[in-house]
């Protein structure tokens, strides 16, 4: 298992990643990108760290990538403050994270 702090719309998150593939890796070699990934989304609380040993079973079982992306805030990681920029930390602003995640790293994954 591996991790990485990207930025999605200004905020950071935590990717935890499990099969060696991670986001920065996709950067610097795009042929590196999977054809399948399975990216399990945080629930609440969205912090990574109560995912690991889910995804380490799952991994297991399936052998494919797998990432787990923390919600904006929710990691003890440095962003723009909650009191001034509201709209990148409520749900619409969580969603569109995530949404940037699979346009900038997974398009055409399944």
């Not at 591996?2 to 990717?15: A, Q, S």
């Not at 009191?83 to 399944?110: A, C, F, M, R």
């Amino acid at each position: 298992m591996e991790w990485e702090v990207i930025t999605l719309l200004k905020v950071p998150v935590k990717v935890l990643c499990y099969g060696g593939v991670t986001p920065s890796q996709i950067v610097k070699n795009p042929a590196k990108k999977p054809k399948e990934l399975i990216l399990v989304v945080t629930g609440n609380p969205g912090v990574t760290e109560f995912y690991t040993k889910f995804a380490s079973r799952l991994y297991e079982k399936t052998q494919l990538p797998i990432w787990v992306v923390s919600h904006g805030g929710h990691e003890d990681l440095p962003g723009p403050p909650l009191s001034t920029h509201p709209d990148l930390y409520n749900l619409k602003g969580q969603l569109e994270q995530k949404k940037e995640l699979i346009d900038s790293y997974l398009k055409g994954v399944k």
